[in-house]
Antibody, heavy 119, light 112 residues
Framework: EVQLVESGGGLVQPGGSLRLSCVAS????????MHWVRQAPGKGLVWVSR????????HYAESVKGRFTISRDNAKNTLYLQMNSLRGEDTGIYYC????????????WGQGILVTVSS | DVVVTQSPLSLPVTLGQPASISCRSG???????????LSWFQQRPGQSPRRLIY???DRDSGVPDRFSGSGSGTEFTLRISRVEAEDVGFYYC?????????FGQGTKVEIK
């Protein structure tokens, strides 16, 4: 069974940092692009970032570019999102997602982890 | 970014009756490779998203056949042939043709 389990969320002050982790099981992580998608409270889904299989290609939404860094450790079956210079508008649930290779979609989602940016 | 617009934003439905959600994109979602990358996701209350449909009309494994997707170009539709209580929640379309991928605002499906 495919599983994605996020961790590392919590309450942080504006300007602070957090690192999210997403542990993958039930499939071979190194064979897939991976994504982060977030959802502000009561709002819709917004794509945040993606990384290719060998970490050579990364992409970011304009709203997080220069502040967030996506990375992965295939040996540990883990995806990361380093979030710096956090703002109130970064508050929300962060989901990691598995790319459905060749179909330009996300076919598996984690349960999500809450990030709250507030003083 | 490609704007994706869903309608309606709220959809009260009667159990056993059909339901339909529209998704329109600001640009054609026909990709140069011949495919059209439009997906539909269901998000039940308190849960993470679950994909129902990809590439306009391909249904995911385990998804009931009462869910179907159709459309082309800039206009797409998710249909539920007979709504069941477990279908309550939000539904999102997402375009994967143009970078960055973008989602619709979501449609809330509830039982009358």
């Amino acid at each position: 069974e495919v599983q994605l389990v996020e961790s590392g969320g919590g309450l942080v002050q504006p300007g602070g940092s957090l690192r999210l982790s997403c542990v993958a099981s039930g499939f071979t992580l190194r064979n897939h692009w991976m994504h982060w998608v977030r959802q502000a409270p009561g709002k819709g889904l917004v794509w945040v970032s993606r990384i290719n299989e060998d970490s050579r290609k990364t992409h970011y939404a304009e709203s997080v570019k220069g502040r967030f860094t996506i990375s992965r450790d295939n040996a540990k079956n883990t995806l990361y999102l380093q979030m710096n210079s956090l703002r109130g508008e970064d508050t929300g649930i962060y989901y990691c997602g598995r790319d459905h290779g060749g179909y330009n979609s996300i076919d598996q989602w984690g349960q999500g982890i809450l990030v709250t940016v507030s003083s | 970014d490609v704007v994706v617009t869903q309608s309606p934003l709220s959809l009260p439905v009667t159990l056993g009756q059909p339901a339909s959600i529209s998704c329109r994109s600001g640009q054609s979602l026909a990709h140069s490779d011949g495919n059209t990358y439009l997906s539909w996701f269901q998000q039940r209350p308190g849960q993470s998203p679950r994909r129902l449909i990809y590439r306009v009309s391909d249904r995911d494994s385990g998804v009931p056949d009462r869910f179907s997707g159709s459309g082309s170009g800039t206009e797409f539709t998710l249909r539920i042939s007979r709504v069941e209580a477990e279908d309550v929640g939000f539904y999102y379309c997402m375009q994967g043709t143009h970078w960055p991928w973008t989602f619709g605002q979501g449609t809330k499906v509830e039982i009358k």
